[in-house]
Structure formats: structure tokens, C-alpha cells
């Protein structure tokens, strides 16, 4: 085995979600990640945890949804596993990116809707979402698999206490402002509040790798347009060029350039896929390459994110309302170029560099 | 996908389980099994259940024993898991049947007992044992990966009705008798009483392929010694010419020419795995070929086999003790030569031949 799996399973493990002596841990993980799955039982094993492992290859859920005939219940069998567990260790890798390519949308949504308990059950605890470098994975990045993995397993190996520290910056003016404003090219013109919200600084944490702070907009507070000139990837298809438009918090209008009917599933699925759940910052440097890999891009220093869906409880401050969802569909705004963050009129990233980098001394003219 | 796949899938769902709209079905598979998942959870989809797949890859589980230093506990989440399960499927299917070969006896036993009371929820339990043609069970098997495809898919589609009627002889006369002999050779001469207990028609529902009749022998009974001739695999390694010898249902005496620690730690793990918890009668004749694979090799028609460990409690009834172990290791006699079964003294099989089958007219000289 390649080393460098047994440093990923460690980082997951000790660093990302800390597991100790006892912890019921729960491993999602496509069948392809078979070699980092051995890996994560051994060190669970050096730590005294019990880890099982849950098939999540995307060739079985397309199997599901696309023989399901009926409406979707709640699998109570499941939800019982995630109340007792401990610790939750998400696993990605597809062996074909595009395997759930023909799965309905709105047969998705209802599947999601159906499983809002057992996500929220799994969300409340300890938990990791991580990458396993597959052939397929590196053939939506546009390279070989070798120089992929290096990709992946660099970004994993980051100093996480460095970027810590570096991220600390952006918390402490996140956590101090109220109004955020997001300009960008000639569309993107968007207001928010974020008063009495949190900041989180995403280390390497729930996310490996990690490199964003992030928060919730406040529900009712989003005005304005948005254009995501950055491509996703959801449900196995590419929506490129999402245009959202926002009023007291709801989206009011949205389109995109290709396959807009995953957009259409996506907001039926239940009214908070019509509010924002999450503003993030993109603020990790070592990740210079886009991937159409959410977990990865939208790390990249030089952009910003706004998520569709639930927002994260812990974001979210005691006199605000948690935006619920069975969605979280992040997006991606290039921040490199004729773009601006202001908190409370103050700039704090200009074409992606962040105020505390440089003080914009040559920007004030 | 081979169509084979999407038959045995069926034959799982549909006759071995039975299951139902709203069933919370829980499926064990090695990654090497992907495509079988995918039917599976295709199948579940029509008859609108609920599948979850455990990952059971025996490289994840020699990852985690080898890699273990002090006691095991019981997992509670897997212990939730299973409470809340109405079907389990299990499938084997090994990409390196020896996998397991350098995990410790000890070790392995000590897991075990710590498993118990999980392997007693799943045994209350609807479930199914089968297996997925890998390339390792046919290196195993000594066969090329194509002729053990085809020697899997052919044991799984018998035609199970015919195969219930023809065991139901068999079972008639079980359930009927009070006193069982065994003899093989020069050293097999045993005894043992199955009086009260319950004989068990398997046509393909608990394990698949069926095609035994068992039942439990009452536990102080069983008195003699047994030689057991057909090598059997445990823990990735070959155990040869196991020989018992029972007092009292107790063993007294045990031996093996190849990997006799392995039956060590069999013995060592609880005082159960020193008692038989199971009689097989062998009566499926599609099986011709010993493929050094348990769920197959006890079902060829010439055999009868034994398991130390625990007894099947349906087997076992109401004023007999039901033999409780975190083992069942099943152990063979080939029957074919110098042999014969005895059912309160009337010869029911000799040399492999069934009294039913052609009434020993030729025999009785």
C-alpha cells in the first residue's frame, strides 16, 4: 500500500476527528477506496475504536433510485447505527464521476427529503468528509491518475496548525462584522447580513482537506444577483454558469447555462433549498488547480461560496434561525478578477487578496 | 452486468428472504462482490425495501486485528444496527482466500466472544449466507475464474422446490427418530441422540445454495470418534484430518495434521465451541466438486457434516438445551465409501446412497 494512504487514514483519524479509546466510528466509503479503508482500520485499531464500513459506491444508489417505483421512507435501521455512533468518516471516490448521470431529479429530491433524518442524526456528531484518488475522480480533473493522487494526498498533508493561524485572521473580522457584500465581474452584486452568526475556521477538520472559514448568512437577509461563473458538479452532471436572484433571503429567480433540471430537483426539493445555508471563503493556497471537486474547489484561495440548503447549526447564532434542508449545494464564485468582499464597507479581499495579506497600501489611491 | 448476477440477486430477494415492502434489509458484501451489491440493492428497489451494505472486506478486518493491542468490546452502533434490521444478506466472496492466514488464533477468539451477542441479534434474524464467484474462491477451488462462475450460478438456480420435496424424506425420518450412528472407515464411530429436536429442510433459504437437512444433537449426548476427511478452510488456512473424540457431548481428545492451532483457538473460546451444535445431512447432488468452500462442500450429497459451536435454536426443542458459542465451525465426512448412517438402528444411507433413494433391496444380503 502507498504509503502515503496510511498518512491520509492518520490525519483523518487523529487529527481530523480525534478518535479515542471506545468511539463507535462509522466509515462511508465507495468500494474503489478499498486500500484506504484498510488503512483507517488499522490506525481505529491502534486507537481502541470500533469501525464499520458503509458501502456507498454510486453504481448501488443509482441501482436503488432507478428501480424505485414508489415514494421513499425513512430507513430506521440506519437512523438506529448513526444515533449510537460516535464518529463519521465520509469517504468519496468514483470510479465513473458521471455514474448517477441518469438518475431522475426529482426522484433524487424525494430520496433526500426521505433521508433528512438520517442526515441530521449524522450531522450532530463528530464527522469527516474526505477524497480517495480514483481514476475516475482524476479523469473529471483532467489528469492522470498519478498526478492526481499527488494532488489529493498533498492537500491533505497540509501544516493544518499554520493554516490555523492563517485563517484565525478572517474569524476574528467575520465574527466582529454584521453586513457582507459580494461584488464580482458585471452580475454578481449581493448583500447579506451575517450579525450574531459564526465564524468557523475549517482547518482540516469536518472537511480534509480543509482551508475555509465559513458561516451562515442570516435567513431573511439576502439581497441581490449572483452569477457562480465556477462549473459543479451534482448527480453525476455538470451545471455550468448558475444565476441566482435573491429577496429577503429566498431565491426569486434562478437559471443555468446546462442542465438546469438538476437545479429544478434540487430547489423542489423542500423550501429551504430556496435559501442560503452557508457563506464561505475560500482561503487554502496549496489547492492552485480546479478539480470539479467541491471539497477541493472551493478551498482555493481566490474564491468565494455560498451553499443552497441546510445551514450548520454551529454557524448559526441563538437568536437566528437554522435554515433546514435535505440540500446543501455549494457554488462557486472566481474571486480573482474585478472582484470584492466588504464587511460593514470595509474591503477585505480585493481580486483575491485578502486585506490582511497586503493592507491594500497600493489600493487606496 | 452478467445476467447470472441479476438472477442470483432475484433468487436471494425473492425465495431465500421473502422480502417485503418496508423491510430494513442489511447486506454484508466484500468490495470484490460490487456488481452483486448493485442487483441487490436493484432487486430491494422493487419491492420497495430499505438495503444498507456493510463493507465485510477481510483485508479491513485482518487490517483491524493485526493492528489491536488490548480487549475487544462489543460494538453497540452495529448491535443498534442490527436490532432494528428485518433481513440480512450475506455474501461472501474472497479476491485472496487466504487473507486471514497471519491473523493470531487467540486474537481472532478473543473477537469473537466479543461479537457474540451482534452475531446472536443477526441470527434472530430473516437472513441468507451466499456467495460471489471471485478469482480467489476459484484459485481455492482450483478452478479458472469462468468454470467457477459457472459452477456458483448453477448451484444457485436449482429448482429449490424439487429440492425440498426429494430432503422432505429425509426430515420425515429425522424428526422420527431418537438415536443417530455415524460410521466412516476405520475411525469414525459415533453416536448421538437427536430425540425432541428439530430436523431443518434447507432448500436454499438460509444459505444459498441449500441442500442439507440438519438438526442439533441433544448437547450431553454425542459419544465416540469422529475422523473428519475433507479438509476445510478457516481463517485463510487449510485444517486437515481433524479428528474428535466425544464423552458425554464433551470433547475429550482433539487433533489435526495441518494448522491444528487454528482448532486451538476454536476450543479456547468458550465452553460451547467444545460441544457440536449441528448434524448436516449433505443431499444436494448438482454440488459434485469439492471447492475447499464450506457453504458448497456440506451440501454435495455424499457427505455429513459437524459443527462444533452453536446450535441453531429452531433446531433445538423446547426441553433440549440449546448449545450457545461465539463459533460454528462445520466439519466434513465424505460418505461415499465404507460408510453409513444409522437412525435408531435402521440404515438410512450407506455409502452415499439415501434408503429412500433405491430402498437397499441390493443391500440387505
Known amino acids: 500500500m502507498d504509503s502515503r494512504i496510511r498518512e491520509h487514514a492518520a490525519t483523518v483519524v487523529d487529527h481530523s476527528t480525534g478518535i479515542e479509546a471506545g468511539d463507535n466510528v462509522v466509515i462511508s466509503a465507495p468500494s474503489a477506496a478499498e486500500d484506504f479503508v484498510v488503512a483507517l482500520y488499522e490506525r481505529c485499531a491502534e486507537k481502541e475504536a470500533h469501525p464499520i464500513t458503509l458501502y456507498s459506491d454510486s453504481r448501488a444508489t443509482r ?70 484518488p480514483t481514476s475516475g475522480n482524476a479523469q473529471l480533473a483532467g489528469m492522470s491518475t498519478d498526478a492526481y493522487q ?68 442570516v435567513k431573511t437577509s439576502v439581497s441581490g444577483t449572483v452569477h457562480f461563473d465556477m462549473p459543479l458538479y451534482r448527480q453525476g452532471r455538470e451545471i455550468r454558469d448558475v ?54 474547489d472551493e478551498k482555493m484561495g481566490d474564491t468565494v461560496h455560498l451553499a443552497v ?7 448559526v447564532g441563538e437568536r437566528n434561525e437554522v435554515n433546514e434542508s435535505a440540500e446543501h449545494v455549494d457554488m462557486i464564485i472566481d474571486m480573482s478578477e474585478d472582484s470584492e468582499i466588504r464587511l460593514d464597507d470595509e474591503v477585505i479581499q480585493r481580486n483575491g487578496t485578502f486585506q490582511f495579506e497586503d493592507g491594500f497600501a497600493h489600493a487606496q489611491d
Open 63 to 132: 441501482g436503488f433510485l432507478t428501480n424505485h417505483t414508489t415514494t421513499f421512507d425513512t430507513p430506521e435501521h440506519l437512523l438506529a447505527l448513526y444515533e449510537e455512533m460516535d464518529v463519521y468518516i465520509a469517504v468519496r471516490g468514483d470510479r465513473n464521476a458521471t455514474e448517477t448521470a441518469d438518475i431522475d431529479p426529482d426522484t433524487n429530491a424525494e430520496y433526500r427529503r426521505a433521508m433528512q433524518p438520517v442526515l441530521q442524526e449524522r450531522l450532530s456528531k463528530t464527522w469527516c468528509l474526505t477524497q480517495y
Open 150 to 217: 499527488e494532488f489529493v494526498w498533498n492537500a491533505v498533508r497540509l501544516d493544518w496548525e499554520a493554516q490555523r493561524s492563517h485563517q484565525a485572521e478572517m474569524v476574528e473580522r467575520l465574527n466582529a462584522a454584521n453586513e457582507v457584500r459580494i461584488t464580482s465581474g458585471e452580475e454578481t452584486e449581493l448583500k447579506l447580513s451575517i450579525e450574531g452568526n459564526v465564524a468557523i475556521n475549517d482547518y482540516g477538520e469536518k472537511n480534509l482537506p480543509g482551508g475555509e472559514v465559513f458561516t451562515a448568512p
Open 243 to 296: 444565476r441566482l436572484e435573491f429577496e429577503n433571503g429566498r431565491i426569486t429567480a434562478y437559471s443555468a447555462e446546462r442542465n438546469e433540471a438538476v437545479l429544478d430537483g434540487i430547489f423542489a426539493t423542500d423550501d429551504g433549498a430556496m435559501y442560503l445555508g452557508e457563506l464561505g471563503i475560500g482561503m487554502n493556497r496549496a489547492i492552485d488547480t480546479f478539480s470539479y471537486n467541491m471539497l477541493f
Open 309 to 315: 440548503g441546510s445551514a450548520y447549526p454551529e454557524t
